[in-house]
T-cell receptor
Framework: GDSVTQTEGQVALSEEDFLTIHCNYS??????LFWYVQYPGEGPQFLFR?????EKGSSRGFEATYDKGTTSFHLRKASVQESDSAVYYC?????????FGQGTKLSIKP | GALVYQYPRRTICKSGTSMRMECQAV??????VAWYRQSPQKTFELIAL?????????EQNFTQEKFPISHPNLSFSSMTVLNAYLEDRGLYLC??????????FGAGTRLSVL
């Protein structure tokens, strides 16, 4: 069945560091791919999506490019801030529902 | 913007009792609603996908008899957890589908069972 894998369970960075969170998917065709962010005590917030090969999604300085060749949708940000501390989820959209990855907890040291 | 409200935010029920949670989409018409449960380990389980005027589709391990859902219009859905036990604890999330098949989530209803 369809699935999403996030390699990193936790990432610890300092402010202004470069961020990469890896996301790979397994699915047939061209599923839509999403990134969500979840802060403590809240539900997941939609960051952005992409639905075609080579399409780039972006929001709030975060970006990811849909790569069908490597079945990836890695999240990147050039310079993280302490306020970016949260759990990030990659997700695959299929048949009206989302399949989530395991999540990556991002901690930023001031 | 697309907003989704869920209430109550937190609830505590005695083992074997039931509780109802509600979900409301504001600012858009939700063509479908997906109910999820997030475990303490933060993983997401899809409970069911509900589309107005269509049958509600439950995922494996979840049934209508345990998690009945009502979805009367494009802005409101409710779900009940019947006969709740410890294994039903978690954060119940409602995701309402807007344009481009994007799901917008509420803050969730956190269920504790005594």
């Amino acid at each position: 069945g369809d699935s999403v894998t996030q390699t990193e369970g936790q990432v610890a960075l300092s402010e202004e560091d470069f961020l990469t969170i890896h996301c790979n998917y397994s699915a047939s065709g061209y599923p839509a791919l999403f990134w969500y962010v979840q802060y403590p005590g809240e539900g997941p917030q939609f960051l952005f999506r992409a639905s075609r090969d080579k399409e780039k999604g972006s929001s709030r300085g975060f970006e990811a490019t849909y790569d069908k060749g490597t079945t990836s949708f890695h999240l990147r940000k050039a310079s993280v801030q302490e306020s970016d501390s949260a759990v990030y989820y990659c997700a695959l959209g299929t048949q009206g529902k989302l399949i989530f990855g395991q999540g990556t907890k991002l901690s930023i040291k001031p | 913007g697309a907003l989704v409200y869920q209430y109550p935010r937190r609830t505590i029920c005695k083992s074997g009792t039931s509780m109802r949670m509600e979900c409301q989409a504001v600012g858009f018409q939700a063509t479908s609603v997906a109910w999820y449960r997030q475990s303490p380990q933060k993983t997401f389980e899809l409970i069911a996908l509900s589309t107005v005027n269509s049958a509600i589709k439950y995922e494996q391990n979840f049934t209508q008899e345990k998690f009945p859902i009502s979805h009367p219009n494009l802005s409101f859905s409710s779900m009940t957890v019947l006969n709740a036990y410890l294994e039903d604890r978690g954060l119940y999330l409602c995701g309402a589908r807007a344009s481009q098949n994007t799901l917008y989530f509420g803050a969730g209803t956190r269920l504790s069972v005594l």
